[in-house]
């Protein structure tokens, strides 16, 4: 069985402890591959190959020559992409379908917009007066904040972990990977394409394993590490936020969401359900910006309810290779606890299941896997704690609302602000909607829709700090003014 080693300055290395972690495919439960953990020593040898990797070739190339390599490996990801695709899709057990759509191009893309973006957005240069008349010009330069840790989740891992490594070498940084322990494949792939590119040794590093007490931790502790990006739960974000205050290191999260779509009478209401379900059912409901809250107004909510339903059970589960498949299932058994643990608290709870609820039934040879319904509930009070926590399932809950101002204050009503909808015809309402509601993105009949020039993250709970665009560079680079008295 093929093991899946720590890529460290730009060689493939197994653990001096030789302790190893299974790799289980969720869509039937067998192991794929055996994981090497990481322990203090290679989490270490990876974050010393990439601080000398700052002092080497990497940080002595021309803006061109390191934006060239880049666009070299968005175009090694497109030369092997049915590598990536397979890996990605066995590791998580997602569509090959969406994977090739989504996951796996903007692998790529992540390299290529960072490459051609950090080449051109200027810094900004003021001339200023002195008392003696000659003056002086203060430019900004752009320097790379060092060596950036980045911790990723399982959902997207190639998209998510690209969207911070891009723009991080992008902006002259070396980079220490840690990938969720469930999806550890396309991760140590890209080094081979990183090599193949041209990266010099040290500049990608990736090490496997577990977040508290082993590799993640282990990284998040090391004094050489100069920043920190992380995207994953609320909770972990606390706890690297700790971490990175020792010796004031700087950091982006992209935390949990709970997230409302609010969709009113004068919407098109075809748009809306359409929307509502890729929110709601997409990638099992793995997606930190999807829909778990959903307040319908009135006057449409039974038709709205209706029509979900029906469209919940006109979705085709089924594994990666399944070409008619629009929905996988869960990361993990583990994972599946809990997103089941939440359907049995809205029976609990008293809540109408509209559709779901359950584990489906899947031919044998997937009986193994993650499997879950998409579920609909209706009728739970605002403070179930289904309502309120992120489940990070294929699931909603429906609520209807009188008037604009009640639909706002529940959108506003939890301690999250990542990511809402807003479903109306009306665009007045819906640009009055938008600026007041908490969160850092707001869709307007749309959802998912990505410019990757935008600031991109979450208020309140669901994150400190913005990437995407200028925002990306601002956080992979210190900025340096340099005054010359004339
Ligand atoms: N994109 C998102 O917003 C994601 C949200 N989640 C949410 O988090 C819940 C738990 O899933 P997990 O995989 O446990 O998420 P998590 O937030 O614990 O894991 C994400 C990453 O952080 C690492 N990590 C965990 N603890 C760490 C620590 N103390 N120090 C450094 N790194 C650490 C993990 O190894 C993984 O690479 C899910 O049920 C879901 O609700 C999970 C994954 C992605
Ligand atoms: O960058 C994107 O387009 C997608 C981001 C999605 C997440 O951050 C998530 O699901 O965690």
């Known amino acids: 069985m093929k093991d899946i080693k720590h890529y460290i300055n730009g060689h493939y290395v197994g653990s001096a402890s030789g302790k190893l972690f299974d790799n289980v495919n969720p869509a039937n439960g067998k192991v794929i591959s055996k994981v090497h953990e990481a322990g203090r020593e290679e989490v270490d040898a990876a974050v010393q190959a990439a601080k000398a990797a ?57 390299f290529k917009v960072f490459a051609d973006m950090i080449k051109n957005v200027p810094t900004e240069s003021f001339e200023m007066p002195t008392p003696d008349g000659t003056g002086a010009l203060n430019y900004a330069v752009r320097r790379p904040k060092g060596v950036v840790g980045v911790i990723s989740p399982w959902n997207l891992p190639l998209l998510l972990m690209t969207w911070k490594v891009g723009p991080a070498l992008a902006c002259g940084n070396t980079v220490v990977v840690k990938p969720s322990e469930e999806t550890p494949t396309t991760t140590a792939l890209l080094g081979e394409v990183m090599k193949d590119a041209g990266v010099p040794d040290g500049v990608y590093n990736v090490v496997h394993g577990f977040g508290g007490d082993s590799a993640g931790a282990y990284l998040t502790e090391h004094p050489l590490v100069d920043g920190f990006t992380f995207t994953g739960e609320t909770g972990t974000g606390e706890v690297i936020m700790k971490a990175a205050a020792k010796g004031i290191r700087d ?63 006109g979705l085709k589960i ?57 579920t609909i509930w209706t009728g739970l009070a605002d403070d179930s704690a289904v309502v309120t926590d992120e489940i990070f399932g294929p699931c909603c809950h429906i609520r209807p609302f009188d008037t604009e101002e009640e639909a706002i204050q529940l959108a506003n009503s939890l301690p999250y602000g990542l990511a809402s909808a807003i479903w109306s015809e009306n665009i007045t309402r819906a640009h009055r909607v938008a600026g007041q509601i908490e969160a850092g993105i707001i869709w307007v009949n749309s959802w998912f829709l990505r410019d990757l020039r935008t600031p991109f993250g979450g208020s309140k709970q669901s994150g400190i700090g913005r990437e995407g665009g200028v925002h990306s560079l601002e956080f992979y680079t210190e900025m340096k003014n340099i005054c010359i008295k004339l």
Not at 84 to 102: M, N, Q, R, V
């Open 251 to 313: 950091i982006s999260l992209e935390l949990g969401g709970k997230n409302a779509g609010l969709v009113f009478a004068d919407c098109d209401m075809d748009k809306a359900i359409e929307g509502t379900m890729r929110s709601a059912f997409a990638n099992c409901g793995q997606v930190c910006l999807g829909t778990e809250r959903v307040y319908v107004e009135r006057s449409i909510f039974d038709e709205f309810v209706g029509r979900l339903k029906e469209a919940a059970e």
């Open 54 to 110: 700052l002092r080497g070739p990497w940080g002595k190339m021309t803006l061109e020559q390191r934006t060239a390599i880049l666009h070299k490996v968005a175009d090694g990801i497109n030369a092997r992409f049915d590598e990536f695709l397979e890996a990605e899709c066995l590791d998580t057990g997602k569509p090959k379908s969406l994977a090739s759509h989504i996951d796996i191009p903007r692998g790529a893309a992540n």
């Open 318 to 374: 089924g594994p990666p290779d399944d070409a008619e498949a629009n929905m996988g299932p869960l990361v993990s058994l583990k994972h599946r606890e809990k997103v089941l643990s939440y359907y049995q608290k809205a029976v609990d709870d008293g809540a109408t299941v509209v559709t779901g609820g359950g584990v489906p039934d899947m031919p044998a040879e997937l009986a193994g896997g993650a499997w879950v319904q998409p």
